[in-house]
C-alpha cells in the first residue's frame, strides 16, 4: 500500500521567513495530495491541494509543488505569521480509493 | 467550505462501559465517512471506513467487534468503543467524503475530535 514520509518533525522559523515542509510517497498510483493545518486540540483543516495533472498550485502565501517523477510534495508557506504555527499534515490518496494517507506531521513553530 | 460536526466533543467514562461517539455531516451528504484515533503529538491513524449502508471496512490491526461502527444515512455515522478500557483513551477525529466533482475529484473534512478518557 502506499507510505507517505513526511519532513521535518518540527520547524522553527521566523516571523517573515518562509517555511517548507516535504513529503515523498512510494506508490506512482496516487494523484491527490491534500495539506491540513492542525491547531492544538482542533480538527485538521485543509488548506491546499494538488492533483496529479499539475506541478504547483498557490493561494496567497501558500503554495504546494508536485514532483511525480520523484515522487515528493512539498509546501511553502512564506511570509510566515504567528498564526501559522501548528502542525501540519501531508497525505496522499491513490487513484480509486476512499482513503488518505497521512504522513507523520511537522510541527511549525514561528517567532515573532 | 463542507461542515461536519462531532458528539460529544469530551467524554469521561469507567472502565468497562461503552461510549458512543456521533459523526454529522451538516451540509452536504457522505456516502463514506472515516473514522481516525490520535494520540498526542501523534498524526491521524485511520481506523476504518464507513459507507452508508454497507459494513464498515477496517483497517488492520482494529478490532471490529471492539468499535463498532454505523453508518445508517447519509450524514451520520457512529462509533461505539465497547468494554473500553484506559488504554482506549484518546482523540478520535471522523471525517467525510463530499460529493464527487469530476473524476475523484472531491475533499475530505473533518469533525472536531472527541477525547474520551477511560479511567
Known amino acids: 500500500g502506499e507510505n507517505v514520509e513526511q519532513h521535518p518533525s518540527t520547524l522553527s522559523v521566523q516571523e517573515g521567513d518562509s517555511a517548507v515542509i516535504k513529503c515523498t510517497y512510494s506508490?506512482?498510483?496516487?494523484?491527490?495530495f491534500p495539506w491540513y493545518k492542525q491547531e492544538l486540540g482542533k480538527r485538521p483543516q485543509l488548506i491546499i491541494d494538488?492533483?496529479?495533472?499539475?506541478g504547483e498550485k498557490k493561494d496567497q502565501r501558500i503554495a504546494v509543488t508536485l514532483n511525480k517523477t520523484a515522487k515528493h510534495f512539498s509546501l511553502h508557506i512564506t511570509e510566515t505569521q504567528p498564526e501559522d504555527s501548528a502542525v501540519y499534515f501531508c497525505?496522499?490518496?491513490?487513484?480509486?480509493?476512499?482513503?488518505?494517507?497521512f504522513g507523520q506531521g511537522t510541527r511549525l513553530t514561528i517567532n515573532p | 467550505g463542507a461542515v461536519v460536526s462531532q458528539h460529544p466533543s469530551r467524554v469521561i467514562c469507567k472502565s468497562g462501559t461503552s461510549v458512543k461517539i456521533e459523526c454529522r455531516s451538516l451540509?452536504?451528504?457522505?456516502?463514506?465517512m472515516f473514522w481516525y484515533r490520535q494520540f498526542p503529538k501523534k498524526s491521524l491513524m485511520l481506523m476504518a471506513t464507513?459507507?452508508?449502508?454497507?459494513?464498515?471496512?477496517?483497517e488492520q490491526g482494529v478490532e471490529k467487534d471492539k468499535f463498532l461502527i454505523n453508518h445508517a444515512s447519509l450524514t451520520l455515522s457512529t462509533l461505539t468503543v465497547t468494554s473500553a478500557h484506559p488504554e482506549d483513551s484518546s482523540f478520535y477525529i471522523c471525517?467525510?467524503?463530499?460529493?464527487?466533482?469530476?473524476?475523484?475529484?472531491?475533499?475530505?473534512?473533518f469533525g472536531p475530535g472527541t477525547r474520551l478518557t477511560v479511567t
Open positions: 464507513s459507507n452508508e449502508g454497507s459494513k464498515a471496512t477496517y
Open positions: 506508490d506512482s498510483a496516487s494523484n491527490y
Open positions: 494538488i492533483r496529479s495533472n499539475v
Open positions: 471525517s467525510a467524503r463530499d460529493t464527487p466533482r469530476g473524476a475523484g475529484a472531491y475533499e475530505q473534512y
Open positions: 497525505a496522499a490518496r491513490l487513484q480509486g480509493a476512499q482513503k488518505l494517507v
Open positions: 451540509d452536504f451528504q457522505a456516502t463514506t
